[in-house]
């Protein structure tokens, strides 16, 4: 016989439906699973996977065009999942915008840093204790907490985060890679004007791949500031494929005036640097003088980008960096058309 009290309850008709289980957000799933035990078969696992499938599919930007197919960039391996594990895996997908973390993993996935989709585990969700710690944490440090470790270097590293107390660390879990997350910047900082709560600045000494010595580089002479943490995942993104891709990268520079095309150069380096720029896939900002703009993505046979560096905080006048892995064919490549 059913519980009198589920017959009547009206949760129970806003919860059935598979169209209306999506009226209650997340917050209002976790809560009633615990305090109204007879509500949890509304939850269980079956309706948690569809839920999950649904949501997915739902957030801005995880499907792209790769290779003119449209491709998932995120999965989860809900098959292994238990209902805790599906509950948590709608809270990460639910709780917050993918929209950093989506540029993060099409460039890893363009540089070859793993094969898309990125499928997490259950390890993976289980990095943060509950739900409670992975809502505390800045948004895109805490997807970076899951997706980082499925970023791998060819030294056998990966993109993982390590934590220790208030210290984080990045790559490798040694001191000199320390990673200092919504560092002190001083008044007037670009960055500190335009800091982003869910995804602040972060300063560090890795400097550099270097495919020499086939390992990462730091110095603490030598530390370098990133506007976000999204920006300093795609910048070690971008040095570990320039370190192992360096005898096929064809590169040219130039220099410009800031104030030339209207001034945009110079709004490089003024505006906000998580302004998108026009015609690219995505961007890096870094010690206040340097734009990296990535002009390819998953869809080109080949990578391109531009480093746009500023020649001294009140100089006019900039370096252009082209950088990418077509080859030259009688200027008619990407390259030879972006240095005109």
């Known amino acids: 016989m059913q519980h009198l009290e589920q017959q009547q309850h009206p949760v129970s008709y ?11 957000s997340v917050k209002d799933v976790v809560p009633l699973r615990a305090t109204c035990t007879w509500q949890r078969e509304l939850f269980g696992a079956a309706q948690l996977r569809d839920r999950l499938s649904h949501s997915l599919g739902s957030q801005a930007g995880l499907r792209r065009a790769v290779n003119g197919e449209q491709l998932q960039l995120l999965r989860f391996d809900d098959d292994q999942f238990v209902t805790h594990d599906l509950l948590a895996a709608v809270c990460v997908v639910e709780e917050g915008d993918w929209g950093e973390m ?3 993993i099409g460039l890893a996935g363009q540089c070859g840093n793993f094969e898309l989709p990125v499928i997490l585990t259950a390890d993976d969700i289980n ?21 980082g470790r499925h970023i791998h270097f060819s030294d056998g590293t990966c993109l993982q985060l390590f934590h220790h107390g208030n ?42 791949y270097s495919a020499a010595d086939a390992r990462w580089l730091s110095s603490a002479f030598n530390e370098r500031i990133d506007a976000s943490l999204s920006s300093f995942a795609k910048c070690k993104i971008l040095d570990h494929f320039y370190g192992t891709h360096r005898q096929q990268i064809n590169d040219t520079f130039t220099r410009l005036t800031r104030d030339v095309v209207g001034a945009r150069l110079d709004g490089l380096f003024i505006q906000s640097p998580h302004t998108s720029v026009p015609g690219c ?3 890096v900002s870094r010690d206040d003088c340097v734009r990296r703009l990535v002009l390819t993505d998953g869809s080109h046979p080949f990578v391109a980008w531009v480093d746009i560096v500023n020649l001294g905080k009140t100089g006019k006048t900039v370096t252009f960096l082209f950088k990418t892995t077509e080859a030259a064919v009688c200027g008619s490549s990407l390259l030879s058309t972006a240095s005109r």
């Open 127 to 147: 990095t943060h204790a509950n739900i409670k710690a992975y809502v505390s944490a800045p948004r895109v440090l805490a997807q970076l907490e899951m997706v």
């Open 14 to 24: 806003l919860c059935v439906g598979r169209r209306s289980r999506y009226l209650l």
């Open 281 to 283: 896939t995505t961007t």
């Open 102 to 104: 989506v540029e993060v």
């Open 167 to 208: 210290q984080w660390r990045a790559i490798i879990d040694e001191p000199n890679f320390r990673l200092d997350v919504d560092p002190p910047l001083p008044a007037g900082h670009l960055y500190r004007r335009h800091r982003q709560p869910q995804d602040p600045p972060v300063r560090s000494p890795i400097t550099q």
